[in-house]
Nanobody
Framework: QVQLVESGGGLVQAGGSLRLSCSAS????????MGWFRQAPGKERDFVAA????????IYADSVKGRFTISRDNAKRMVYLQMSSLQSEDTAVYYC?????????????????WGQGTQVTVSS
């Protein structure tokens, strides 16, 4: 089992930047892929970004490509989501998730552990 704790959310103006962090404990961190999802009020939880166990392979939702960057530090057991050029549509609760496998994936069903979420609010 993996325990995940997100941090770094907050209120930011449109066009600004924010970096989310996710700390992992439990199962060996460098063996599984990681991802970020987000959920706006009244909507489904959607895929944002994911990366493989090594960090060399990344995938992004079309809506965040070119604006968000996912990365990981296996030595520190941390995953990051650098968000820039934020828009009001990015307002949501952001969740860190650990995959069952080592390959980057966008499928929610491929993730078995979830953090409690961190709120990101973008004001226009």
């Amino acid at each position: 089992q993996v325990q995940l704790v997100e941090s770094g959310g907050g209120l930011v103006q449109a066009g600004g930047s924010l970096r989310l962090s996710c700390s992992a404990s439990g199962r060996s961190f460098s063996t599984y892929a990681m991802g970020w999802f987000r959920q706006a009020p009244g909507k489904e939880r959607d895929f944002v970004a994911a990366l493989s166990w090594s960090g060399r392979s990344t995938i992004y939702a079309d809506s965040v490509k070119g604006r968000f960057t996912i990365s990981r530090d296996n030595a520190k057991r941390m995953v990051y989501l650098q968000m820039s050029s934020l828009q009001s549509e990015d307002t949501a609760v952001y969740y860190c998730a650990a995959a069952w496998g080592s390959t980057a994936t966008a499928a929610k069903a491929d993730f078995g552990s979830w953090g409690q979420g961190t709120q990101v609010t973008v004001s226009s």
